[in-house]
């Protein structure tokens, strides 16, 4: 009797947990964020799939796991690819349940992405112009228009395999730059890193930080 008791506490602890799980999963809507953290390569994110990869495991850290989740990134040459290609359809909302754009041409004209709703998967503010350090430089690869930049000059750190020379476009996380452009505003497509290794992307205001979208 006491092992058929036993067994039936378990099972029960194991319905419970999956419960939980599933619960937490879907009371998590989240499906656009800032990465928390960066890969430990600069702007060598493992090509596009490693960086698909991070953006998945971030979010199921916090609960918001299901689904396809992907980097907001370009890349260049043979194999050209354009962010906007990548992240589905919308709508997306941040990790407070903020809706940042509801599709891809809101997206990529009157959205809301600003320092306030730019978060990371954790909901926390990332670190803008007038913060110490400042870190608002996003990695994308992209222009305005969220797709690869013509010509010869890498803007993509060698297709996000470079940890050393090289360049990639960064948007500004917090809208806030060196002056009132429009590329110093642009969330997407703001200027060129002066380098692929962390170092490079520390000394023009970032952290080797991406955008991740639930693209499913």
């Not at 702007?43 to 918001?64: I, Q």
């Not at 962010?83 to 004209?109: F, K």
């Not at 305005?144 to 395999?161: I, L």
């Amino acid at each position: 009797m006491r092992h058929i008791a036993l067994m039936t506490t378990l099972a029960a602890a194991a319905t419970l947990l999956s419960a939980c799980a599933t619960t937490d999963d879907k009371s998590n809507p989240m499906s656009f964020f800032v990465t928390s953290s960066n890969m430990g390569k600069g702007a060598d994110l493992g090509g596009l799939e490693g960086a698909d990869k991070h953006c998945a495991a971030l979010a199921k850290s916090v609960g918001a796991g299901s689904g396809e989740w992907r980097a907001y990134l370009s890349t260049t040459g043979a194999k050209t690819v354009n962010a906007r290609d990548r992240i589905g359809n919308g709508p997306w909302v941040n990790a407070n349940g903020l809706t940042v754009a509801n599709n891809l041409e809101e997206l990529h004209g009157s959205n809301r992405v600003a320092k306030v709703t730019a978060l990371t998967e954790k909901g926390e503010v990332v670190k803008g112009r007038g913060d110490m350090p400042n870190q608002h430089d996003i990695l994308t690869g992209s222009s305005p228009e969220g797709k690869a930049v013509p010509g010869d000059k890498d803007t993509t750190c060698s297709n996000w395999t470079s940890s050393g020379a090289g360049s990639a476009i960064v948007g500004h996380s917090d809208r806030t730059g060196l002056d009132e452009s429009a590329p110093a505003k642009s969330w997407n497509s703001s200027h060129a890193t002066r380098g692929c290794d962390i170092a490079s992307l520390n000394a023009t205001g970032g952290n080797g930080y991406f955008y991740c979208f639930k693209a499913k």
